[in-house]
């Protein structure tokens, strides 16, 4: 059974760098061909998929994201991480990791169970 656990701060302050972790347990990170996903859900919206780290360790970027963006991971640990830099309020969200399977159509088949951050001044 794959499981994801998100950790980090739940209160970050505005124009400072927001930073999660994903801890997956059940499964590498690096075996082929998965994907591994940082998406949010902000109050009263949708989800939002910030990016992606891939198995081979590429990583690609919402567009409207990425110039604030960072994914990495530490192959050691089993864990991937997302830096968000210069929040505001509007950063407010959910943030959850989820495993992108290529074998499903790219569907997401394991999640972890979320995370709050609060973007205050």
């Known amino acids: 059974q794959v499981q994801l656990q998100e950790s980090g701060p739940g209160l970050v302050k505005v124009s400072q760098t927001l930073s999660l972790t994903c801890t997956v347990s059940?499964?590498?990170?690096?075996?082929?061909?998965?994907?591994w996903s940082w998406i949010r859900q902000s109050p009263g919206k949708g989800l939002e998929w910030m990016g992606v780290i891939i198995y081979d360790g590429s990583t690609y970027y919402n567009a409207s994201l990425k110039s604030r963006t960072s994914i990495s991971r530490d192959t050691s640990k089993n864990q991937f991480s997302l830096q968000l830099s210069s929040v505001t309020p509007e950063d407010t969200a959910v943030y959850y990791c989820?495993?992108?399977?290529?074998?499903?159509?790219?569907?997401?088949?394991?999640w972890g169970q979320g995370t709050q951050v609060t973007v205050s001044s």
């Open positions: 059940g499964d590498s990170i690096t075996t082929s061909y998965y994907a």
């Open positions: 989820a495993r992108d399977n290529p074998r499903l159509g790219h569907e997401y088949d394991y």
